[in-house]
């Protein structure tokens, strides 16, 4: 069996099927863990510190996303070894979900802004202001509305 984090994790997410388990830790590494065995079958690095969020599709190829204190969103194929996708942002980020289809992800940070990113531009699409603290949290409602 392959070791834990070597750090605290601090997201955790099932699949959409439950068979796997995400996790996001200050190691700054993410884990992909085999739940009916335990075993992490993967551990994805990138990011240059504390990773605070994580998500995943819920249809379409096995993607995750990443949130950290590097500023920066990581879109992962978990069936390759590096991230697929790098968005920066400004400051650090705290929450990150997909949108209801695979092209879109959903970042927050401590800028207190909901931004919108359309990953067939790697930029922001929209942003979603009002909040006056620190998100550092979010799940898609099911329904994806």
Not at 63 to 90: A, H
């Amino acid at each position: 069996m392959q070791p834990s984090h070597g750090g605290t994790i601090v997201d955790l997410r099932f699949n959409h099927d439950g068979s796997l388990l995400y996790s996001a830790s200050v190691d700054k590494t993410l884990g992909v863990w085999d739940v009916s065995t335990g075993s992490r079958i993967k551990r994805l690095k990138g990011h240059t510190s504390f990773v605070n969020a994580v998500g995943e599709t819920k249809r379409g190829p096995p993607l995750v996303v990443s949130g950290s204190d590097d500023c920066q969103v990581k879109v992962w194929d978990i069936r390759r070894r590096s991230s697929v996708i790098t968005l920066n942002s400004i400051y650090q980020v705290t929450a990150v979900s997909f949108g209801e289809h695979e092209e879109q992800v959903i970042s927050a940070g401590v800028d207190n802004e909901v931004k919108v990113w359309d990953l067939r531009k790697a930029d922001v699409a929209f942003s979603l202001l009002g909040h006056k603290d620190t998100v550092s949290s979010m799940e898609l409602s099911p329904d994806g509305a």
